[in-house]
């Protein structure tokens, strides 16, 4: 198949390879489409619209303005508000079960919660309708060779494909494979930092047909080395994000642990969740790992460049992962337009430009994880309303 994609390559535009069809992958996709190109998305994964299980990073996650205006520019952003919940505020549940809203910003301004499996999916069905697109799932990427951009990907059953492509667009996530070539080159910059605490998804079922608690707001627990959050979802969950250390998460090792510590810090959540499932759940899945990861530069020559998790996977404190990932799309098609689709050009200049914000942003996110733990009363967070997104 190798032999047969060169050859109908030949009389085409260039061919674009995006690396991961995650969030970032997919719109990415629809930003090369746009454009013209030849685009082939490859993704590890089976189709995750024809899965029964979807695994992913988190349940919901909390689109904001730099995350709408990407989907603007591929005409999917009023498809995807509108099955987002908007969220006007925060909502601190203290400890005695008062509740206070603080707003994101002016009346009338809010940030969605959307589920992730369905916003992958939107993003996967708006690639494919591109005719000049094909999507390769269950393409995992083994290994490429920056020299010739030859990419070598595993199937599950275990055959090779050899491909090339004139551009590799590596968003394949914070274990990037295209970012592994970038660590054996001079001169690249590298850090991963896994903070020490973990996370884990609870559901809360809607009671009596009805939302638990009020919907349209970003709830939050603050206490202090500990805090959970709960975004809603459209069937009338809400998924509840327990951030904790590790060696915290290890110490509760029974059901009635469980119910002891939430009785402790969350008390108003237990018959909100239920005492059996809460009891059930806490054991289903092991508490999961948050990884920092900074690098510079983000491209190799004119033939591969590292945008979203794969370039600046940051802690989910700040809100902004995939959000600063599609504004990378952005950002990238700007320079698109400045140098003519010229790569030698366009790639160096969005390294120039965007490493510094993917920075700050990582940093930003790092920097209220560690306020976060120092400061968990409601006068923070009326402080740092207007700057961020939790
Ligand atoms: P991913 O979503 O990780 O996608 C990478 C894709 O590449 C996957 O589909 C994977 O299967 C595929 N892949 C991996 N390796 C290979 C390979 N070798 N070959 C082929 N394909 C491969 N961000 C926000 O903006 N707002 C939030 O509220 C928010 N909340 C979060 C909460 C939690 C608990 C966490 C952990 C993260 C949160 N984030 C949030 C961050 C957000 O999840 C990421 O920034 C976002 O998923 C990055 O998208 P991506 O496409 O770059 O990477």
């Known amino acids: 198949s190798t032999m047969e994609r060169s050859a109908s390559r030949q009389s085409r535009k260039k061919v ?20 013209g190109f030849d685009v082939e998305l490859f993704e590890s994964r089976e189709d995750i619209r024809r899965a029964k299980i979807v695994k992913g990073r988190s349940i919901n996650l909390a689109l904001s303005h730099r995350g709408r205006q990407a989907l603007k520019h591929v005409g ?72 010739t951009g030859l990419m070598t990907f595993v199937r599950l059953d275990g055959s090779k494909e050899q491909v090339k492509a004139d551009l590799i667009v590596g968003c394949d996530g914070a274990f990037s494979a295209v970012r592994k070539q970038f660590l054996r080159r001079s001169r ?5 930092t896994y903070i020490p605490h973990g996370y884990m998804e609870l ?9 638990a608690m009020k919907p349209n707001y970003l709830h939050i ?53 239920g005492a059996d499932t809460l009891q059930r759940d806490y054991f289903r899945l092991p508490a999961q790992a948050m990884v920092s990861v900074k690098c510079n530069p983000y491209h190799i020559g004119d033939t591969c460049v590292l945008m979203g998790d794969a370039a600046h996977a940051v802690v989910p404190f700040y809100g902004q992962g995939m959000n ?67």
């Open 188 to 192: 690249f910059d590298y850090s991963q």
């Open 76 to 147: 999917l952003e009023e498809k995807i508000v509108a099955q987002g919940i908007p969220m006007h505020a925060r909502m601190i549940h203290s400890l005695d079960g008062k509740q206070s809203p603080i707003p994101y910003g002016r009346k009338g301004q809010y940030i969605l919660s959307v589920d992730r499996a369905n916003l992958n999916k939107e993003l996967l069905t708006a690639a494919e309708t591109y005719p000049n697109t094909k999507m390769n799932f269950d393409h995992k990427l083994q290994d490429w060779n920056a020299e």
């Open 203 to 211: 559901t809360m079922p809607p009671i009596n047909g009805e939302f």
């Open 221 to 273: 627990w603050p206490r202090n080395t500990f805090m959970m959050i709960a975004l809603p979802n459209l069937d009338k969950t809400f998924t509840c994000t327990l951030f904790m250390p590790f060696e915290d998460f290890e110490k509760i090792t029974t059901g009635d642990e469980v119910i002891e510590f939430f009785q402790k810090y969350f008390p108003d959540t237990i018959p909100l969740i």
């Open 324 to 390: 600063a990932g599609f504004e990378d799309c952005i950002v990238f098609d700007e320079i698109m337009d400045q140098f003519n689709e010229d790569f030698r050009a366009v790639l160096p200049e969005y390294t120039r430009v965007r490493v510094p914000d993917d920075h700050a942003i990582a940093d930003l996110a790092m920097y209220n994880y560690i306020e976060m733990r120092a400061h968990v009363n409601s006068k923070w967070f009326i402080f740092r309303k207007y700057v961020d997104n939790i």
């Open 16 to 35: 674009v390879a995006v690396v991961g069809g995650g969030l970032v992958g997919a719109l990415n996709a629809c930003f090369f489409a746009k454009r």
